[in-house]
């Protein structure tokens, strides 16, 4: 049932409009006072906690303490049809959300609807009211756009939603606005009615409640819509919410008018007034209504009259600005059509009004281009979605495609259906371009992390994020602030003026610069500034960029260690040892001071290494740098050659050598001693001990190369001398060095040229005559003839030269053995060749004695290979190994030299060895000395218990032999029986053997 309306059908839209929303408004009054009546019959009402704060006049809490406000007004009407009973907590804005998230309250009013809020909290699906942000001025400000606020001062709610939101819609049009902060919004309303500010910022249903008190007006300028609903705990009061959302569905069908009558209410400008709820009062309104409506017409022509006029001069300026804006403005219908153009749009299209409005797309632009506008348009016009995006259009008359950001916002009817879609687009195409460019130059370059612009005065005013992150301040703590902040103070005050100076001089600079973060840490960055100058010249600007250099800092520094420091000990390496070499000479020839060099090597390293480890080894060394640094001179040098050998450097010695050589002797004394100290290697105590090789300055005539020599070849005769002991440079060594080159180089010769040739020594059984002999070496030098073995052995060991030359020795001796089977009287002879540590050690070794066998033919059970007892200071497995595999292949092993070494028994049972050789060294005394001959007893009786063959050496006497034989060594082999010579002479042997 409904109220007739009064209205006559002359009676002009407005009228009519007003006429109905007052006959709703009586309904409303009716309605309520049915749901009052009805409620008090009603079962026990449910309670709810209901939050108020203050913001008005959506909601807030009079004077007397009661709740009052749109959303109390409304829940109202919500509990009186719901039969709720109300209980109003009083709350800060935080204090409220804090509570309904933990169940202390049960409905908060005013919520705007958010996905983080989604997730704390239930909201109906409905909203109850739209709010939006809105300006107002003073009255005489001739403020209509947003234009109009160019240099005004704006007073705006301190930290709130639409102050950045303001600040970045300025920006964006680039409108300088001076922001005045205010505590709360009637602060800020106060401001403008004292003339400290020009216009004010506010949600409208504020704005609109207070704007007759504080004397301000509308601008018309609005932005920031939002929803607004009431909100509960999650997961609670689900039944509440559905209530709520169906007398939301009542109030915007019109089924129920008490929301218009509310909104109206709250709508007036005096907050005092309360439009009385007694029905009489409605229906003497309603008497009333029919003889005022004439009257009410008449004002609402003259009022429609008066607002088509402003509204003309409204149209009319706001054509004005969006003609002379620079972007593209338009508006497009549900037909995709355009409705609207401005004069930038109509220029792009090169067309006249009456030729763009009522075509869309596909008639200025190409085919690719339309089907791109149209999906974009249609997520506006179809969705509802407000859409900002890039677009690349190409039109078709010009072909040239340009970049437009893009801004495209749905337009509403008042039910909320959309009727078109505005779009604001702005060519940012040269700006794509710049941004390209620097997008590689970044690239390439690795440059600009951090950006700051400043004003003349060199305050920021603005910061980017990366400036941010690599300061430690956030970007508000830097705006206002001067890069004076960063000084680490490092560069002093002359090295800021040069930078002035060049920077006023050039316009640029840039250069390295110590900075400081928040956190007080230091940093190196990379700085350029740039100045920026308006076309008459002035300065507006600085650009100031920074990049955090630290990464490459650090790896210059990490190459210059590597390049010049020995990454273990940290000692100056052999290259930047040589470099301060040979400054400190060229400045002891200048000023005649004099110098030495200790080159210092520790005894017996390898020992370390090979049995304990590198890494006890590495400790060492790094203990024995730790020491040389104390015992030198601040000024002196240590460095590490590599390996365990290390070099000490002494400048300013006494120009006289004998002096030098003592200040220098007492030095090395002192490293002796500090090195011969124990060491704590990982809990273990370890003994070592060093040999130094003294050279002086004086001695080397300005040579790095002879300086190094002379201490390298020092250093060996300490070696020589014992060891843990020094040795002063003696031109002797350079001449033994000098003859063990030109040796060296004589044995690869003689390699080459096949100058090396076997002799052989018959080796004798008491029985059985000659049962093999010793293959022997010897080198055949053109011009010095017949070299001995003990001259260029030891050179070829040292050369590693006893590889090839061992498998030449090897390959040779095979051949003799096929030669011997050929006669029966040699076939069952046996041939011993010698096999040094380092042969054995080869890699290949194996291999190659397996290899020679196959390539010769010879019989692999009549070669005998001697081994000394070296082997077994090394990897006894691997030695054992190895011997397993030849022997598996018929080869005989003897033990040379037994007794002179470091024999391990426990090793000698394991080792698959055929005999024991006695050395000659316990033959040569065994007549004389009673412990030589229990020494040979000894290893007769171990070979026996071994079940091994037992031959002694170096037989020269007939008493010799005699006596072997009476302690059970029944072979023999010395010069009694013969030299060693060519293999044709060893058949003269066999008479002689016979006749002895």
Request: net charge negative; proline share 4%.
């Amino acid at each position: 049932m409904g109220f007739p309306s009064p209205v006559g059908p002359d009676v002009k839209p407005g009228a009519n409009r007003l006429a109905r929303q007052y006959a709703a408004w009586l309904r409303g009054i009716v309605w309520a006072a049915v749901l009052a009546a009805s409620a008090s019959v009603a079962a026990a009402p449910r309670e709810l906690r209901v939050g108020v704060y203050s913001n008005e006049p959506k909601v807030f809490v009079e004077a007397d303490g009661k709740a009052a406000g749109i959303f109390v007004d409304l829940l109202r009407l919500v509990a009186a049809r719901e039969q709720w009973t109300i209980k109003y907590v009083p709350c800060s804005w935080q204090d409220c959300l804090d509570a309904l998230r933990q169940g202390q309250l049960d409905l908060m009013p005013d919520v705007a609807r958010s996905p983080e809020r989604e997730i704390l909290y239930d909201f109906h699906r409905l909203p109850v009211l739209n709010s939006w942000s809105q300006i107002y001025r003073t009255s005489g400000a001739p403020i209509y756009s947003l234009f109009d606020l160019q240099g005004k001062r704006v007073a705006v709610l301190k930290g709130s939603v639409q102050r950045s939101t303001f600040l970045n819609m300025v920006d964006s049009f680039g409108i300088q606005v001076t922001l005045v902060d205010a505590s709360s919004l009637m602060d800020a309303f106060a401001m403008v009615q004292r003339g400290e500010a020009d216009a004010v910022i506010s949600n409208h249903l504020f704005g609109n409640f207070h704007s007759a008190r504080y004397g301000v007006v509308d601008t018309g300028i609005v932005f920031q819509p939002a929803a607004l609903f009431f909100a509960t705990g999650p997961g609670r009061n689900a039944d509440v919410l559905a209530a709520i959302d169906r007398s939301v569905e009542d109030w915007r069908s019109g089924a129920d008018p008490s929301y218009a009558q509310v909104m109206r209410h709250w709508g007036r400008q005096d907050p005092e007034v309360r439009v009385s709820p007694w029905l009489w009062w409605g229906l003497a309104g309603l008497v009333a209504f029919g003889l005022l409506a004439a009257l009410t017409a008449a004002i609402f022509r003259r009022q429609v009259q008066e607002r088509t006029r402003h509204l003309q001069d409204s149209e009319q300026k706001l054509a004005a600005i969006l003609d002379s804006v620079g972007a593209f403005i338009y508006i497009k219908g549900q037909d995709y059509r355009y409705q609207y153009a401005n004069h930038q749009t109509l220029q792009y299209f090169g067309r006249p009004v009456h030729e763009v409005l009522g075509h869309d797309d596909a008639d200025f632009f190409d085919a690719a281009t339309a089907r791109q506008l149209r999906a974009n348009d249609r997520r506006v016009l179809e969705e509802g979605e407000t859409l900002e995006a890039e677009e690349v259009n190409t039109p078709s008359s010009s072909g040239e495609a340009r970049a437009f950001l893009s801004i495209k916002i749905p337009l509403r009817h008042a039910d909320g259906s959309i009727y078109a879609l505005c779009g604001i687009s702005t060519d940012i195409t040269e700006r794509r371009k710049a941004e390209e460019s620097l997008q590689i130059a970044a690239t390439v370059f690795e440059s600009f992390e951090g950006m700051i612009v400043t004003g003349p005065d060199q305050r920021i005013l603005k910061a980017n994020q990366a400036y941010a992150r690599l300061t430690g301040y956030t970007v508000d703590e830097l705006v206002g602030q001067t890069p004076r902040l960063l000084h680490s103070g490092r560069q002093d005050a002359s090295f800021y003026a040069a930078l002035k100076n060049i920077l006023h001089a050039t316009g640029m600079w840039q250069g390295e610069v110590w900075n400081r973060r928040k956190d007080g840490t230091e940093y190196p960055a990379w700085i350029t500034i740039t100045t920026v100058r308006s076309p008459r010249g002035e300065i507006t600007h600085y650009v100031g960029t920074q990049t955090d250099i630290s990464g490459r800092k650090a790896a210059e520094e990490e190459i210059r260690l590597l390049a010049f420091y020995d990454p273990l000990t940290g000692l100056p390496n052999r290259r930047l040892m040589n470099d301060r070499l040979q400054h400190s000479l060229a400045a002891c020839a200048r000023s005649g001071a004099g110098g030495a060099l200790l080159f210092v090597d520790l005894d017996n390293f390898k020992d370390l290494n090979d049995t304990q480890g590198h890494e006890l080894g590495d400790q060492l060394l790094r203990q024995v740098a730790a020491r040389l640094g104390g015992c030198v001179r601040m000024g002196d040098t240590v460095a590490r050659l590599g390996g365990d050998e290390f070099v000490v450097l002494l400048e300013g010695l006494s120009p006289q050598a004998h002096e030098a050589a003592g200040q220098a002797e007492t030095v090395g004394r002192t490293v002796l001693q500090a090195l011969s100290q124990n060491y704590q290697l990982d809990g273990h105590t370890h003994h070592s001990s060093c040999s130094i090789g003294i050279a002086l300055y004086a001695d080397a005539r300005g040579s790095v190369d002879e300086l190094l020599k002379h201490g390298d070849m020092a250093m060996y005769q300490a070696k020589g001398a014992g060891r843990n002991t020094l040795r002063f440079f003696d031109p002797r060594t350079q001449a033994n060095v000098t003859a063990r080159t030109l040796l060296e180089a004589g044995l690869r010769e003689g390699l080459r040229e096949g100058q090396f040739l076997l002799h052989y020594q018959a080796q004798i059984h008491q029985q059985q005559g000659i049962v093999g002999a010793e293959a022997l070496v010897r080198w055949q030098h053109p011009q010095r003839g017949l070299v001995s073995p003990a001259e260029f052995i030891p050179v070829a060991e040292a050369s590693g030269l006893i590889v090839p030359l061992g498998v030449w020795i090897l390959r040779t001796a095979c051949q003799q053995l096929v030669e011997w089977a050929r006669d029966p009287q040699t076939a069952h002879w046996t041939l011993a060749v010698n096999v040094s540590a380092r042969q054995f050690r080869h890699s290949h070794f194996v291999d190659e004695v397996l290899g020679v066998l196959e390539e010769t033919g010879a019989n692999p059970r009549r070669l005998k290979l001697e081994l000394t007892e070296t082997l077994l200071l090394d990897d006894v497995e691997d030695t054992i190994q190895r011997m397993d595999t030849l022997r598996a292949a018929g080869l005989g092993f003897s033990l040379d030299d037994f007794g002179t070494g470091y024999s391990s028994l426990s090793y000698l049972k394991r080792l698959p060895l055929d005999q024991l050789k006695i050395d000659q060294s316990f033959v040569r005394d065994l007549l004389t000395d009673a412990n030589d001959a229990s020494i040979a007893r000894t290893i007769v009786t171990l070979a026996r218990s071994l079940d091994l063959g037992v031959i002694a050496e170096g037989v020269e006497t007939l008493e010799q032999r005699d006596m072997l034989a009476g302690l059970g060594c029944h072979t023999w082999q010395g010069y009694l029986f013969g030299r060693p010579g060519p293999a044709d002479a060893l058949r003269q042997a066999v008479a002689s053997a016979a006749t002895l």
